[in-house]
């Protein structure tokens, strides 16, 4: 049986939401494996709008949904999050929602420190643009093995000597960094008060995942964030703290790699990011505004306006390879209608070298230069369409010229934010 994971193929925001929603109504369990509340992923369904930063999508359609290992995990987001949702009326139950046992936390004093160095690396001119959730500090922590486990709230005889160790280190940082330290019982309250939030929904997620592999069911991994924030693949250090490809989904979950069949890459028809970074095909014009506002580019989690540019098929070429991808969803084709002309990045120059794929290092990065193609644009509205007749020939040939050149097909071409705009050529689950 096919087990299907979904990655974004640039930095994120491509439009997983809608791809995870119209494919988890096929899966028996979805699951998160890395990332935390830095992700945002917008679902539609039957006209109400959801709005998930923490939790698998798949628990909006009552599907298993497990929070893995991966995934770094802030108990008091969790908490308010599953009763934003019980308010637009999810039902969220130990029964279909389970969190690993040794999922690392994210707790405030992480949330301080993501913040204390984006402002002072502000006045220095070398911030990140993080989400400031603390996402950072908690997988530093958890490799630097002082890290809080979900498991450590239902311990609570060795829960204060883990948290004396976390302090000795973050309360030298911040001396350092001239803030207060942080006390204690301070942090002892932050976890007791929301482990009997918690714990009931603590699991050993990689027995669970190994029964549903036994049973046959279809198990859906949802990545969050982009190829291009992949800690070692990305735009380093422009990045997000966690492996964000293919891979991590075996790691982060507990499951064994030949258990990942399928590697569905989520793909925007142009090419956005928020924070800072490289970011090669940027517009920064009226081509810039004219996608940002079409595609009403602005961040789920921070509301910050994303970068908008044309499609760069040297990053996404990149993306198949490191990932695996079998085949792309391409999402947002609709807001390229009524150019007259489109661009497509197909290689980089480099130092007067022409290049084909993206230099690992920083100050290469900032130094490519596009190569473009121009191809010519088409007049009517893609919005909407269900089948490819209902395509204009120029926005096909868009789309055939970017599988070309990124080496993998189209298994999904998503028409609008509504699910059932959509038009499938391939069923991961069945390929
Ligand atoms: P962090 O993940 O909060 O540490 O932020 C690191 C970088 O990843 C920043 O450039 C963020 O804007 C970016 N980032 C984190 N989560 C997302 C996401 O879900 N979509 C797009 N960018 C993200």
């Given at each position: 049986m096919a087990n299907v994971v979904v990655v974004g193929s640039q930095w994120g925001d491509e439009g997983k939401g809608k791809i995870v929603d119209w494919l988890s109504e096929r899966a028996d369990v979805v699951v998160r494996f890395q990332g935390g509340h830095n992700a945002g992923h917008t679902l539609v369904v039957d006209g109400n709008v959801y709005k998930l930063s923490l939790l698998p999508s798949g628990v909006v359609r009552n599907k298993l949904s497990i929070i893995g290992n991966g995934v770094v995990f802030d108990p008091h987001a969790f908490v308010a999050e599953v009763a934003k949702l019980r308010g637009q009326g999810v039902e969220i139950t130990p029964d279909n929602l389970k969190i690993a046992e040794n999922t690392a936390l994210i707790l405030s004093l992480h949330r301080e420190l993501d913040g204390f160095r984006e402002d002072a690396a502000s006045n220095s001119g070398?911030?990140?643009?993080?989400?400031?959730?603390?996402i950072g500090p908690a997988y530093e922590d958890k490799v630097g093995r002082r890290g809080i486990r979900v498991?450590?709230?239902?311990?609570l005889d060795t829960l204060p000597a883990k948290v004396d160790r976390l302090l000795t280190h973050h309360n030298a940082l911040r001396k350092g960094l001239g803030h207060e330290e942080v006390e204690h019982e301070a942090i002892m309250q932050e976890l007791t008060s929301v482990a009997s939030e918690v714990l009931p929904y603590m699991d050993r997620v990689w027995k669970v995942l190994d029964d549903s592999r036994k049973a046959g069911e279809r198990i859906l991994f949802e990545g969050a964030q982009g190829t291009l924030l992949d800690i070692d693949h990305g735009t380093y250090p422009f990045v997000t703290s966690s492996n964000t490809v293919a891979g991590q989904a075996a790691a982060g979950s507990g499951?064994?790699?030949?258990?990942?069949?399928y590697v569905l890459g989520i793909t925007k028809a142009y090419t956005t990011r928020v924070g800072e970074g490289p970011f090669p095909t940027e517009q920064v014009n009226e081509i810039g505004e004219f996608l940002g506002t079409r595609g009403h580019e602005f961040g789920v989690v921070t509301g910050r306006k994303r970068r908008c540019g044309w499609f760069d098929a040297v990053l996404v070429r990149q993306a198949v390879a490191v990932n695996g991808i079998k085949g792309i969803a391409l999402t947002k084709l609709d807001v390229l209608d009524g150019l007259d002309e489109i661009r497509v990045c197909t290689g980089y120059m480099l130092d007067g070298e022409k290049i084909d794929y993206l230099p690992a290092s920083q100050g290469a990065q900032a130094r490519v230069q596009p190569v473009y193609e121009t191809l010519e644009g088409w007049k009517e509205t893609t919005a909407g369409a269900r089948s490819w007749n209902d395509l204009p020939a120029q926005a096909v040939k868009y789309v055939r010229h970017i599988e070309e050149l990124i080496g993998a097909p189209v298994a999904l071409l998503s028409?609008?934010?509504?699910?059932?705009d959509t038009i499938l050529v391939t069923d991961p689950f069945q390929d």
């Open positions: 070398t911030k990140i643009g993080t989400t400031r959730r603390g498991m450590d709230l239902a311990d499951i064994g790699p030949g258990a990942l069949s028409t609008s934010p509504e699910r059932d």
